[in-house]
């Protein structure tokens, strides 16, 4: 038995990598050299790695330069625009998102649209919020689309079972917006279900005051 | 670059010199949108105060903080490039206008406009309230945008100017300051600079911990272990036990973890295993960093010859992070703390099951490689894969894709997001020419709504030729209507060009980054074709030490059994029923005595 322990410790003893290429890339037990070929694996040897595809060199820094001029640039002209509406149009549109579903669930994400382009994102960052607040805007009045899209998720307190369970709604509504009003979309959100059932549900009211 | 040293060159603290700075693009525009009286026309603008300035300034912050950048930097813009408010240039609220709208422009992504008015808030000198907070900016703003080179001159030149009229920089911004030049510095390769500059970070830094994680890398770079883990201590451990140690902030926590991490290397490396074990233990349970360190830690615990601690490290993997790139190398290391612990039969289980799931896999794999019209739509899969609607997909998720791939992926969001509005950018010029002749209404922004509208029609006519001729005929008609009667002969006809220029422009851009994002998922498969051979590669030889192992084992056993010597299950077995009777049943220890059933029980 000790000399059956002794050959398998050989064959599994693992050159050692150095010490700051462990750190920089985390290499496992699968990144150490293999052990000698054995005289079975001769008899199946691997199938040699297809040809992999021509590998393009990314100038990353010089992409990043260029996105960040662009991003830039895009970002004034759409402050340029945004700045001569408030001249152009005397009503306004704000919006007040609440998710009642917690703690059971959760909103993980959430986005909010005008007429089919973004006006609150939460981005790749967890919301930590239930009260999302899209801040009053100038907007020409009449018929507008509201889309809002929201990523739910189990709450923390959920059973490890239903980690992994959750959805992605996405509503749009056509709110009317009057002339020369300020105009506040109240919508609430909730989920009584019970997992792994959902119950989604959403309110939307309306309210346009001088 | 030159734009900023120049924009700096205007910015001295010298109060004469700071008078003529270059005029600001935006504030020109806003110049010229006040004399044409459009600014003026909106209800809320009452006459410029300081009161006015305060409460349009909590109003901006508030907008921030509820994550409305775009909306914040629009009204601080209005604040410190409106010709009214210049008047209140003295005061502090001018300068925190100046720094939160540079903080709504960061969250907003224009970062070359925000380093424009953080410059403008450093010509107001140490001084100013406002000043550390922007110095601080300038330095996120390099570790972000990666322009650390070009940022640090700048500052350097700012450093310079200072010195020069006799100013110092505050110790904080000094820190600031050496930091970002380390940082340069170890970039270049120049380790020895990088560390002299890394040493002179101070305890009260928001950088010290990561100025020693960087310390701990350059000594574990150059062999000098002991040295590497005690700058890696320090970060994890507060020996003083003072209520005061260093100052951190939200970086910290992840810097913590990855020192965790770097410390169970080092003793793994040492073969400290033990210590490896309490170093991988520490890392958080919510921590990014846990499936390396419960992988590592068992592989510690595997070459200490801790077999059952080895165990208990995989367990708790495959309960948390069974669907992730490291699967296939616990699933290896399950068979061989197996096979070491002479469990024969249960390494081949695993290991088939191993070549059952993932031997097919490889083949996807290779197959992906050789096809690009296939490898095209599975970076389309891959770019989605965060969304839950997408159906798991074993490839990607043992993929280890570099986080370069998902930034890029987060910019073509970004500027698909951009130039999406631009259609209702012209529009808004389009409505203003309209006002502004005095005529009827325009229907711009409708145009632009129809164009949305049809082109969302698009997917839904996919697959029937008819339907998507009609869907493309339509969206030909409603973007003849959006282009704009109104603007092209009016006075912001210039706008509207720029706006459509910028959206060609972003087109062309994000064809490159979709090139950039495909080369390096292209790599990242091409490495996960050489990572799933070695591993079936691997799998096989284990296999056969299983075999030789089981073999080897039976012939011990049959050597025992002729001289004699009995294997302990056997024995035991054997003696019981040379002792027991036809009709007594026997029945096995169990694993735990019962007070009812064992009489001197306490």
Not at chain 2, 222 to 227: E, I, W
Not at chain 2, 281 to 309: I, N, T
Not at chain 2, 376 to 393: H, V
Not at chain 2, 397 to 426: H, S
Request: hydrophobic share 40%; proline share 5%.
């Amino acid at each position: 038995m000790h000399l059956v322990i002794a050959l398998l410790t050989s064959l599994l003893a693992a050159e050692r990598l150095p010490v700051h290429s462990r750190l920089a890339a985390a290499p496992g037990p699968s990144a150490r050299p293999a052990p000698a070929q054995t005289a079975d694996e001769g008899g199946a040897p691997a199938k040699a790695p297809p040809a992999a595809p021509p590998a393009a060199t990314i100038d990353v820094a010089r992409l990043r330069a260029e996105y960040d001029k662009l991003r830039d640039a895009l970002f004034r002209a759409r402050a340029r625009a945004e700045l001569v509406e408030e001249g152009v149009y005397a009503s306004k549109m704000g919006a007040r998102i609440r998710w009642k579903g917690a703690p059971d669930f959760i909103m993980r994400r959430a986005e909010v649209r005008l007429d089919g382009n973004s006006i609150w994102d939460s981005g790749e960052k967890p919301l930590v919020d239930e009260i999302i607040k899209v801040s009053e805007r100038p907007i020409k009045p009449g018929q507008h689309s509201v889309t809002l899209r929201l990523e739910i998720r189990p709450g923390k307190k959920s059973e490890k079972e239903h980690e992994g369970l959750g959805y992605e709604i996405e509503h749009s509504f056509v709110v009317n917006i009057p002339d020369g009003k300020r105009t506040t979309i109240d919508i609430t959100a909730d989920d009584d279900g019970d997992l792994p059932e959902y119950e989604p549900e959403i309110e939307v009211e309306i309210e346009s005051e001088k | 670059m030159t734009a900023l040293l120049l924009a700096l060159l205007f910015q001295k603290a010298d109060p004469a010199a700071a008078a003529a700075p270059p005029p600001d693009p935006m504030g020109k525009y806003l110049a010229d949108l006040e004399n044409a009286g459009i600014l003026t026309k909106g209800e809320d603008n009452g006459p410029a105060s300081l009161e006015r300035l305060r409460s349009q300034l909590a109003e901006a912050e508030d907008d921030l903080v509820t994550g409305n950048a775009q909306v914040a930097s629009v009204k601080l813009f209005r604040l410190v490039e409106s010709r009214d408010y210049a008047k209140f240039d003295y005061a502090p609220e001018y300068a925190i206008a100046e720094l939160t709208l540079s903080r709504a422009l960061i969250r907003a992504g224009g970062y070359k406009t925000a380093e424009r008015y953080l410059l403008r808030v450093l010509g107001r000198g140490p001084k100013s309230p406002a000043f550390a907070p922007a110095y601080r900016g300038l330095v996120d703003i390099a570790l972000e945008t990666r322009e650390q080179a070009a940022i640090l001159a700048v500052l350097d030149h700012f450093g310079e100017d200072l010195a020069a009229r006799g100013g110092e920089l505050p110790k904080d911004a000094a820190w600031e300051h050496t930091y970002l030049a380390g940082k340069v510095a170890y970039e270049a390769g120049d380790t020895a600079r990088a560390e002299s500059l890394f040493s002179g970070v101070d305890r009260q830094s928001r950088f010290y911990a990561a100025a020693l994680y960087f310390r701990g890398l350059i000594h574990a770079r150059r062999g000098h272990l002991a040295s590497a883990r005690r700058s890696m201590c320090e970060i994890v451990e507060q020996v003083d036990q003072d209520r005061f140690t260093f100052f951190i902030d939200g970086r910290y926590y992840g810097i913590k973890d990855l020192a965790y991490l770097a410390l169970g290397r080092i003793a793994h490396e040492q073969e400290k295993y033990d210590d490896a074990y309490y170093f991988y233990f520490r890392v958080p349970e919510d921590s990014e960093r846990l499936p390396d360190a419960l992988f590592e830690a068992s592989w510690s615990m595997f070459q200490a010859g801790e077999y059952e601690a080895a165990n208990a490290f995989l367990e708790e993997f495959d309960r948390s992070f069974g669907k992730t790139p490291l699967a296939p190398d616990v699933m290896l290391l399950h068979a061989m703390i197996d096979l070491k612990s002479c469990r024969f039969d249960e390494v081949r289980a695993t290991l088939d099951k191993l070549v059952k799931t993932y031997g097919p896999i490889q083949e996807r794999v290779a197959t992906l490689l050789k096809d690009p019209d296939k490898r095209t739509a599975f970076y389309r899969r891959l770019l989605s894969k965060r969304s839950i609607g997408m159906p798991r997909d074993p490839i990607i998720e043992l993929l280890k894709v570099d986080p370069a791939f998902y930034k890029f992926y987060a910019d073509i969001v970004a500027l698909d997001r951009e130039a999406g509005m631009v259609p209702n950018e012209v529009a808004v010029w389009d409505e203003l020419t309209a006002h502004e002749k005095g005529g009827g209404a325009s229907n711009a922004t409708e145009a632009v709504r129809l164009v949305n509208d049809v082109e969302a029609l698009r997917p839904l006519a996919a697959g029937d030729p008819e339907m998507e001729n009609r869907v493309a005929d339509l969206a030909d008609q409603a973007r003849r209507a959006a282009r704009l009667g109104n603007v092209g002969s009016g006075p912001f006809a210039k706008e509207a060009e720029t706006s459509l220029a910028l959206a060609g422009e972003a087109r062309k851009l994000r064809v490159q980054l979709v090139a950039a994002t495909s080369t390096i998922a292209n790599k990242a498969l091409v490495d996960l074709d050489k990572r799933l051979r070695e591993l079936l590669r691997r799998a096989r030889l284990t296999h056969i030490d299983a075999v030789i192992g089981k073999k080897k084992k039976l012939e011990i056993e049959i050597a025992n059994l002729r001289q004699g010597r009995f294997p302990a299950d056997l024995f035991a077995t054997l003696q019981l029923e040379g002792l027991m009777g036809d009709d007594e049943e026997y029945w096995p220890f169990e694993g735990e005595y019962w007070s009812d059933e064992y009489e001197n029980y306490k």
